[in-house]
């Protein structure tokens, strides 16, 4: 529900190019982003343009922006659809790239909170149709992605978790060692690809949970190569109520800093604590993030590996013009 509209100017000429487009703030368990609609595909989106929309004090605020653009005509998805040989032309004229930046300016592979307050805003500009139950593909920087309208907001399909080193994953339960402000010293993590890095730290109480500072980046040694978002858990306990797994995260992303939710994190750190608490027979797990909460799933395939799907709310909070 849109609660106001505003117009923001902004003195940098990194924003002369966007000019009078309209744009949305929306969110989704706190993790906010700056929304474009672009269905020519002729806006130019910069770096310097990101990090001017995206700052908190002179700009519109937000942790990332996120472009709709239809994909036919984003260059970054021309050897996805290619290989999508069994997408018709009347499907790939349908779909649409959610092109992620981070606050940073820098571009994301994925964001799962992301895909939730997208698949919100192509309704609400009423580009696409969703009703309950019903699916829609979209496509990312990491592939191609599913959502499904469910009655607490939009279930995402988020493809299959890996670990970034097998072999250390599964000799240790770990592959590296994260140092942060407010611990006093280094404690292992595992490391998890959602299509995007995450590597995650088990702490045995929410007070060490709760003193950690993380508007600077943890320090991971060694760090993945593409960089790392970082995760802090703390299991519940018991850990299962009701036959699902409970967890509190709080989460530094990369190219971001502290966020107060991050989708693919709470997967990631979802199953991080399967691994090392073994409750592989637990499916379901509910995270708890300073922004909310979001429910993790994840499904057998019958190559032996899991799909994941991430379910929870998304909201526009306000629409403007960029003068």
Same mark, same amino acid.
């Given at each position: 529900?849109?609660? &106001?509209?505003?117009?923001?100017?902004?003195?940098?000429?990194?924003?002369?190019?966007?000019?009078?487009?309209?744009?949305? &703030?929306?969110?989704?368990?706190?993790?906010d982003f700056v929304m474009l609609s672009d269905p020519d595909g002729s806006l130019e989106i910069t770096p310097g343009a990101? $990090?001017?929309?995206?700052?908190?004090?002179?700009?519109? =605020?937000?942790?990332?922006?996120?472009?709709?653009?239809?994909?036919?005509?984003?260059?970054?998805?021309?050897?996805?659809?290619?290989?999508?040989?069994?997408?018709?032309?009347?499907?790939?004229?349908?779909?649409?790239?959610?092109?992620?930046?981070?606050?940073?300016?820098?571009? %994301?592979?994925?964001?799962?909170? =992301?895909? $939730?307050?997208?698949?919100?805003?192509?309704?609400?500009?009423?580009?696409?149709?969703l009703a309950e139950g019903e699916e829609l593909p979209l496509v990312t920087r990491a592939g191609m992605r599913t959502v499904?309208?469910?009655?607490?907001?939009?279930?995402?399909?988020? =493809?299959?978790?890996?670990?970034?080193? +097998?072999?250390?994953? !599964?000799?240790? %339960?770990?592959?590296?060692?994260?140092?942060? !402000?407010?611990?006093?010293? +280094?404690?292992?993590?595992?490391?998890?690809?959602?299509?995007?890095?995450?590597?995650?730290?088990?702490? #045995?109480?929410?007070?060490?949970?709760?003193?950690?500072?993380?508007?600077?980046?943890? !320090?991971?040694? #060694?760090? +993945?190569?593409?960089?790392?978002?970082?995760?802090?858990?703390? #299991?519940?306990?018991?850990?299962?109520?009701?036959?699902?797994?409970?967890?509190?995260? $709080?989460?530094?992303?990369?190219?971001?800093?502290?966020?107060?939710?991050?989708?693919?994190?709470?997967?990631?750190?979802?199953?991080?604590?399967?691994?090392?608490? %073994?409750?592989?027979?637990?499916?379901?797990?509910?995270?708890?993030?300073?922004?909310?909460?979001?429910?993790? $799933?994840?499904?057998?395939? !019958?190559?032996?590996?899991?799909?994941?799907?991430?379910?929870?709310?998304?909201?526009?909070?306000?629409?403007?013009?960029?003068?």
């Open positions: 529900m849109l609660r &106001k509209a505003a117009t923001v100017a902004h003195h940098l000429s990194a924003l002369d190019a966007l000019s009078g487009a309209r744009f949305t &703030k929306a969110h989704a368990t706190g993790n990101v $990090r001017a929309l995206c700052d908190r004090h002179q700009g519109v =605020g937000g942790d990332g922006l996120i472009r709709a653009v239809p994909a036919r005509l984003a260059a970054e998805t021309r050897q996805l659809l290619e290989e999508e040989d069994q997408l018709s032309d009347a499907e790939v004229e349908m779909l649409w790239f959610m092109d992620y930046w981070n606050a940073d300016g820098s571009v %994301a592979e994925m964001c799962g909170n =992301g895909v $939730r307050a997208f698949a919100n805003f192509l309704i609400s500009e009423g580009l696409v149709e499904r309208r469910v009655p607490e907001g939009y279930a995402i399909g988020m =493809g299959i978790w890996s670990f970034i080193d +097998p072999e250390l994953a !599964q000799a240790n %339960a770990s592959d590296s060692l994260v140092i942060a !402000q407010g611990l006093t010293d +280094p404690r292992p993590a595992l490391s998890i690809s959602l299509g995007n890095p995450h590597t995650v730290v088990a702490l #045995p109480e929410e007070e060490v949970l709760e003193a950690l500072e993380l508007h600077a980046a943890p !320090q991971v040694d #060694p760090v +993945p190569p593409q960089g790392t978002n970082v995760e802090f858990v703390v #299991p519940s306990d018991p850990l299962v109520v009701d036959g699902e797994g409970q967890v509190r995260m $709080r989460v530094h992303e990369r190219g971001v800093g502290e966020t107060l939710s991050c989708g693919t994190g709470a997967c990631a750190a979802a199953a991080a604590v399967r691994v090392w608490a %073994a409750e592989d027979g637990v499916d379901t797990w509910t995270v708890q993030v300073p922004g909310g909460e979001v429910r993790v $799933r994840f499904l057998a395939r !019958q190559d032996g590996a899991e799909d994941v799907e991430l379910s929870g709310p998304a909201e526009n909070v306000f629409a403007g013009t960029l003068a």
